[in-house]
Every structure is written in structure tokens, then in C-alpha cells.
């Protein structure tokens, strides 16, 4: 859908925006200047209020979407309001004036239609909430739950605190071992460490008034430092049963739908904590925050399933030998665990990151929110508007949906008094989070058009500064090879942006900007790219040399170990290792390799040793031959069925063996298969298991 099919209200805020309204129709290829308004919000309401039996509206303004959907409702209209920001994105800048082009680009952008919706991940809370952490503060929070939520709590450390005078939420004690879950559905395990039992004590008050050295307070909790082993609250508890100083049973679990955690150290130690889960700690002010939010999660909630995953060409591992483990390493919140040969994701534990597929080599794993084509078909609208309405040198500024967009606007605000806001060939480009920019993101990007891609960091991204900085590496390495002198990707802390945009020297672009479209198979966006990235090169060469890791490489046969087994096929997840029908050879097609290491562990020589670099040109796609060897023909019917090299190490390491003494059991290793059958038919008086005795 364009432009053409939508209503446009742009409001140039006051005339603090210079927005050349013959310009912006032509870069937008409307037939006519566009209308710009000075009030829409406030004299001008009206004129937008008379454009609401339009099918769709496009209005760049976001500070006044609130206003503007108020409007909407009160009349009725069925139409759809789309907002984009080009005041602080582009109008409020020391180059204002010269931000035509970006303007351009980002209502072309607004315009495109929305992404398909993914799937759903369900949560259902009910609202019992479990409190961990010290007594008093613990037993506190319960009480305040009690009229919003059903509370439970597990008391970590007695601190003085008394039990409510009466039983209205459940009170245990203990050693938290583990928590686990979402929201809705965690599971909290710990042991009974205090020989006072909570639930099963009625609070008589017996032990506390026999204890001779008052180590029961009405915490009913033994101070076991006090304690001198008397055991007269034993007696004194009597058939209740509640003081056991030598209890079997210790383990306890329960679940719950909500976990407030106050301990000193948060029992789940990641940088992003499942939904549900809060540890504020001891500040009380956090511990307000907290509890407010967690009033909150109650009822049923959805979130959208960020991912796909195809484990067919995973590069984990196969047959119980690691290969790849890079998503599993970087995942924040531990949603992905090893599953034999594949990885299985939790979809109510995953945060939408999309760091899993941007580490992920062979494109198994992908980021589904939005899909690589819809974010490709983004790249080429905003950037190809950009080009042709006059624009140069783009630098597209990726930011997350929340902090990154709050900082990112927070420049274009401040441009008075000192402030610049952000330069003219600046792109602000949002996105739900910044580690789903991959190597296939970056070049893309640059095929289409940028010049250089900035991404602005904020705290919540600090796990993911390091596979961030790897995959930029990697495209530059790719870049500067292929003589695109400069430097096009950065990282920079979102609260430095004003600065360092400001500071950047464009990088060579390319001159010929790519037509196709990015795929959701991450290989074959990254084939599209580096081939297009190889034919418009001011260099040209055959081979990058790239730093271990890489996802691209070849394989080094030590050709005097390697007995053409085969093993390394096998295990090959992604068709790189390839058979020979006619003889014995082992074949590779580089483009298809991922560096996984399977080969490696798998080889039994040792005889293979990864390289990484990337092979430019038709030949990565071709097959080679890596090693190949002198076919052994079969002693019976001579077909050829192995290597000469690998039957030979074989007989010779069985020479002498027990089960193959005489000369007919070494030389039916010497036959194919089918003749091996045969001649087993065929030897009536060969011995058998069921010669011998038991």
C-alpha cells in the first residue's frame, strides 16, 4: 500500500519544523505538494477530525497520538490512525532544513502495511503470589497482598518478625534450593532447615513458654544459637509433631503464579528475569515498585512467540558430540537448553531479544518478530525513498522500541540552547530489540543503500554488547576486503548519540544498491548479499580471511591420517560434506559450511581442521574434492566398496585377534557386503556361538 491510498496531516509544530511541502510530494511521488499544517493538534483539530471517514490516516505526529485517538473514538470513525515521529527524528536539527529526504523516507516507511501477526505464548495468573526473604519484611508484604492477591510466604531468615495472630495466608521456613517458571506457573523448592515445622504448627505457645533459654520467640522459629538441645519444646509439642530436630522429609516444593523475592542476592541470577519473577531487594522503595507491578499480573496475558526454529539443520550436535553452542551461551534469560542432538526453546521464557538467531550460524534458529523479509522490505522502502528524494551517505540508527526510542527523541528535543539533534542523514529505525541485528541485518542494509549502520546501546542490551561488536566485525572485515574504504558499523551508548553521530565521517557506500529482497533463510539472505557486495566491489578478490568463529570457512584434510571413513558426512548438518558414488572421495561445498566444528569432534583421526575465511565467487558453491584414495575391490566379485588405505589399517589392527584367528574371517572383511552374506551362508563348518559350551 502507498502514500497515494492513505491521508496525510503533517503539522509542522508551531513552524519549528521547515517542511517544504513541494518537495515532499515529489520524493513521495503524490502528483501534488502535500498540506502542512501549524496547529493540527489544537485551531487545525478540526481538519483532521473532517478526515476521519478516510480509510486510513497517516499523521506525523506521535506526541499527540493520545489527542488524535480521542478524536477518533468521540466520532465514531473506523479508520486507521497510523503515527510516525518526524519532529524529533528529523525536523528538530541544526540541519532541519536539509532533512527533506529523511522525512521522505520515514512517512514511506509508516506507510507500508503492517507485518503478519505471529503466533501467541498464553499466561494465566491467579494471583497466589509467593513472598521470599526475611521474616519481617516478608510476613508484611503478605499482609498487604491479602486484599488483591493470595499470598504465601517463605521465610529465609528469622529477623524478629511475629506470625500473624491469625492463619490467613500459608507461612513455611527455609533454605530456597530453586525456582523455576514463568508467569503463572513457577515451582519453588527448598528445605526444611528450622526443626519447627510452620505448617503444621497450631501456635499454642507450649514450646515457646518451656524453652529454658528462650530461643523461641513468636516468629516460632528456634534460634539454633541459643538452642542447648533440651528438647522440652519437643515434649511440649507433643502428638502435633511440629518440632522435629531430626526430620527425614526436608525437601518441600510448591508452585505458584507470582514470586516477589527480597533476599539479599535474587535467587534467579540473569540479566532478564522470567515475567512474574521481581527481587528488588532490601530498599524499600523498590520493594513498593514491585509489589505495585505484581498487582498487575493478574489474568490472562499474551505475548507474541519471537522465534522459529528448524532443527534439521542446526549445528548443535549429532551423535551426542557438541558442535555449535553460541545460542545457548547468549541467551539471557534460559530459555534455551540443550536437547540431545538440537536445542528446545521455551517459548513463556523467551524475551524477544533475537540474539539466538543472530549468533545462530546456519539459520535454524530465526527471529520471527517481524521476519527477516518484512524488516528487508523496511530497509529498501525507507532507504530507496531516501536516495531518490536527494539524499546521501545514509546512516540508519537502529534503536530498541522503549529506552533506545525515549534517548533517540530525547536528542531531537534537545536541539536548542546547544543541542543539534540528529544530523540529516540520520535514520532513526526501530526496532522490539537490538540484538536481533545480525550479519545478515548489517549487509543488508548497506546493499540497500546506508553508508553506515549505527546501533545505540542502553543498559537493558549490555549482555549483547559482545555478539554485537563480533557481527560488526565481521561485516567489516568482509567490507574493508572488498575495498569499501571506511567504517560502517558502530555501537555506541545510547546517551552518547547526540555526540558521536555528529562525529562520524561517512563510509564508502555502494553504487549500485540492491534489488532483491532479504529471505527468512538467514544462508541465502547472506548468499544474496555477498555476491551482490562481490560484483559492485572496488576490489576484487577471491578469498577474506575472517577470525575464528566466523560462520564461513573451509576444511584442512590431513590427506596421510584421513582414511576417507566418512564420518564427517554423517555428521555434517548442512550438506557441506558430500559422498562420491563412483569412488572413494570426500567432497565439500564451502558456501554451505557453517563452522560448526561437528566434523572436527566427529573425525576418529583428528584429521580435520577448520578455516575460516569466506570464498568469494562461484567456486564457494562448487563442490571440491578434499581427499580422495584408491578404491578397494571386493576379493569375491571385485566391486569396488572402501578405500584401499582405510581396509588395509583395518586388517592390520585385527591381525591376530581372537575372533578373526583363520584366514577366512579376515578375508570376509575383504568383501562387500552382499558377498559377505553369502559366504557366511556358503561356510557350514565355520564355528558359531552355539559351538561353544556355557
Keep these: 500500500m502507498s502514500l497515494k491510498d492513505k491521508t496525510l496531516k503533517l503539522c509542522s509544530c508551531n513552524k519549528t519544523i521547515a517542511l517544504d511541502a513541494a518537495a515532499l510530494g515529489s520524493a513521495l511521488k503524490l502528483g501534488s505538494p502535500i498540506t502542512v499544517h501549524t496547529e493540527l493538534c489544537r485551531k487545525e483539530a478540526g481538519q483532521l477530525q473532517a478526515a476521519l471517514g478516510d480509510e486510513t490516516l497517516l499523521v506525523g505526529c506521535t506526541q499527540e497520538a493520545p489527542l488524535f485517538g480521542e478524536l477518533a473514538e468521540a466520532a465514531g470513525s473506523k479508520a486507521e490512525l497510523r503515527f510516525v515521529n518526524i519532529r524529533e527524528a528529523a525536523g528538530w536539527s541544526a540541519e532541519g532544513r536539509q532533512a527533506t529526504p529523511k522525512i521522505a523516507a520515514l512517512l514511506a516507511a509508516a506507510a507500508l502495511p503492517e507485518p ?9 495468573s491467579g494471583g497466589q503470589v509467593l513472598v521470599i526473604g526475611p521474616a519481617a519484611a516478608a510476613l508484611e508484604w503478605a499482609k498487604r497482598f491479602s486484599t488483591n492477591l493470595q499470598p504465601s510466604v517463605l521465610i529465609t531468615r528469622v529477623d524478629g518478625g511475629e506470625l500473624p495472630a491469625e492463619r490467613s495466608f500459608p507461612v513455611w521456613s527455609g533454605k530456597p534450593v530453586r525456582v523455576s517458571g514463568w508467569l503463572g506457573a513457577f515451582e519453588v523448592e527448598w528445605l526444611q532447615e528450622n526443626p519447627i515445622d510452620l505448617d503444621v504448627c497450631t501456635r499454642c505457645n507450649k514450646c515457646i513458654d518451656v524453652c529454658p533459654e528462650n530461643a523461641i520467640d513468636f516468629g516460632y522459629q528456634i534460634d539454633l544459637e541459643k538452642c542447648k538441645a533440651h528438647r522440652q519444646c519437643v515434649a511440649a509439642c507433643g502428638e502435633i509433631g511440629a518440632v522435629d530436630f531430626s526430620r527425614a522429609q526436608r525437601a518441600r516444593k510448591e508452585s505458584f503464579d507470582l514470586v516477589l523475592d527480597l533476599s539479599k542476592e535474587p535467587l534467579l541470577r540473569m540479566p532478564d528475569l522470567p515475567q512474574g519473577y521481581l527481587a528488588p531487594g532490601a530498599d524499600p522503595l523498590e520493594q513498593a515498585l514491585a509489589a505495585a507491578k505484581l498487582t498487575q499480573l493478574v ?7 519471537f522465534f522459529l526454529y528448524k532443527e534439521k539443520i542446526c549445528a548443535h550436535a549429532r551423535s551426542g558430540i557438541e558442535g555449535c ?3 545457548l551461551e547468549l541467551c539471557s534469560t534460559g530459555a534455551i537448553r540443550a536437547d540431545g542432538d538440537h536445542v528446545k526453546v521455551e517459548p513463556h521464557l523467551c524475551a524477544g531479544c533475537g540474539g539466538c538467531a543472530t549468533v545462530c550460524p546456519s539459520g ?4 520471527a518478530y517481524p521476519k527477516m523479509s518484512d524488516l528487508g522490505v523496511r530497509l529498501k522502502t525507507l532507504l530507496s525513498t531516501y536516495r531518490e528524494a536527494g539524499g546521501a551517505d545514509a546512516c540508519l540508527v537502529f534503536h530498541n522500541s522503549e529506552s533506545g526510542r525515549e534517548r533517540v527523541q530525547a536528542v531531537g528535543r534537545k536541539a536548542v540552547r546547544g543541542g543539534r539533534g540528529l544530523p540529516a542523514r540520520a535514520i532513526p529505525f526501530e526496532v522490539f530489540h537490538i540484538a536481533s541485528i545480525g550479519l545478515d541485518t548489517l549487509l543488508g542494509a548497506i546493499c540497500y543503500g546506508a553508508s553506515q549502520v549505527v546501533v545505540a546501546s542502553t543498559m537493558e542490551s549490555a549482555h549483547y554488547v559482545a555478539a554485537l561488536r563480533e557481527q560488526m566485525a565481521l561485516g567489516e572485515a568482509i567490507l574493508n576486503a572488498l575495498g569499501f574504504e571506511g567504517s560502517h558499523f558502530f555501537l555506541f551508548e545510547a546517551d552518547a548519540l547526540e555526540k558521536e553521530l555528529w562525529g562520524l565521517k561517512p563510509a564508502m557506500g555502494m553504487a549500485k544498491t540492491a534489488t532483491f529482497n532479504l529471505s527468512p533463510e538467514k544462508r541465502t539472505t547472506l548468499d544474496f548479499e555477498l555476491d551482490h557486495l562481490a560484483r559492485n566491489a572496488p576490489r576484487k578478490v577471491d578469498e577474506i580471511p575472517l577470525p575464528a568463529g566466523a560462520p564461513f570457512g573451509a576444511l584442512r584434510v590431513n590427506k596421510q591420517t584421513c582414511t576417507l571413513c566418512k564420518a564427517c558426512i554423517g555428521a555434517c548438518p548442512e550438506s557441506a560434506l558430500l559422498d562420491a558414488a563412483d569412488a572413494p572421495r570426500l567432497r565439500f561445498i564451502e558456501r554451505n559450511c557453517v563452522q560448526c566444528g561437528l566434523c572436527a569432534e566427529t573425525c576418529p583421526e ?3 581442521q577448520l578455516v575460516p575465511r569466506l570464498l568469494i565467487g562461484a567456486q564457494a558453491k ?15 566379485c571385485g566391486k569396488p566398496f572402501g578405500a584401499r588405505k582405510m581396509v588395509d589399517n583395518m586388517l592390520g589392527k585385527l591381525d591376530g585377534h581372537s575372533m578373526f584367528a583363520g584366514d577366512g574371517a579376515l578375508r570376509r572383511l575383504q568383501m562387500c557386503g552382499d558377498c559377505r552374506v553369502v559366504d ?3 561356510n557350514r563348518a565355520e564355528a558359531t556361538i552355539f559351538d561353544f559350551k556355557k
Excluded at 116 to 124: A, F, G, I, L, S
Excluded at 299 to 304: D, L, R
Excluded at 630 to 635: G, I, N, S, T
Design 606 to 608: 583428528d584429521a580435520i
Design 364 to 367: 535454524a534458529m530465526t527471529y
Design 116 to 124: 503478519e501477526p505471529v503466533p501467541n505464548v498464553e499466561y494465566k
Design 680 to 682: 557366511m551362508m556358503e
Design 622 to 636: 562448487e563442490p571440491v574434492t578434499l581427499n580422495e584414495a584408491e578404491p578397494f575391490h571386493c576379493v569375491r
Design 325 to 327: 553452542n553460541r545460542c
Design 299 to 305: 489474568g490472562e496475558f499474551e505475548k507474541p512467540r
